[in-house]
């Protein structure tokens, strides 16, 4: 789980650490042109955060691996940041590595942000969104395509027995990140599928339960 104050900061991260420092003069091989990634917007005073998220902070920070990244919207972890005064500590185990700490304005920052870049509007309650990053060469930046994307409201996913836990839900797009394809890791598909690519990535990792699609999709907004 990564620290995600702003956009900018979630961009340079993703540039950095997957496509290569922007500032270097050789652009990213082919296998770098498309990173995975979650954003994660669950306030610590949030039941769902605090029983769910919080105490799997450094947990996640640490899993989510090679193929996918996590960024958690208003948490610090370790960055040390000037607005330190403007984050107050996040109650986990005290085992944790991380000194993980929240800041409601930052945290509403971001949200502002990612409203005005796309459609996306924040449910009040813990939402996460799956998008692709790519990395433009030609300005030596990457950027998050908000156009292709699934949002995936926590609460009510957890309320219909969607999903069994949030760390569960995580545990399994790691898992599907893991097995995706280099060139599109988010869906999979070509970017002429996009639409259905999206449906049958969230039906592959929703129980079979649920029943009938139209039931398995209800609290996902599917856009792409």
């Known amino acids: ?30 296998g770098k042109k498309v990173k995975m990634v979650g954003l994660l917007f669950a306030r610590p005073s949030l039941p769902l955060a605090q029983a769910e998220v919080t105490p799997n902070l450094d947990y996640f920070h640490y899993r989510s691996g090679s193929h996918i990244d996590f960024f958690c919207a208003g948490y610090d972890g370790y960055t040390g940041r000037d607005e330190a005064d403007e984050f107050i500590p996040v109650v986990v185990d005290k085992k944790n590595s991380l000194d993980w700490r929240f800041s409601e304005k930052m945290f509403i920052q971001l949200v502002d942000e990612i409203e005005a870049m796309s459609s996306w ?44 836990s949030v760390p569960s839900f995580i545990e399994d797009i790691i898992r599907y990140a893991d097995r995706a394809d280099g060139e599109d890791p988010t869906w999979g598909f070509s970017d002429a599928q996009v639409p259905d690519a999206l449906r049958r990535f969230v039906l592959a990792i929703l129980p ?4 009938k699609e139209a039931e398995r999709l209800k609290h996902f907004a599917v856009v792409g």
């Open 1 to 30: 789980m990564i620290p995600a104050v702003s956009y900018r900061d979630i961009c340079n991260h993703v540039a950095r650490l997957y496509f290569g420092d922007y500032g270097q003069e050789t652009p990213p091989g082919p």
């Open 121 to 164: 509007r924040y449910s009040g309650d813990p939402d996460l969104i799956l998008t692709n990053a790519h990395y433009d060469a030609t300005n030596r930046e990457a950027y998050l395509d908000f156009g292709q994307r699934v949002q995936c409201r926590l609460q009510e996913m957890k309320n219909i027995g969607a999903i069994t």
């Open 208 to 211: 079979q339960s649920l029943g």
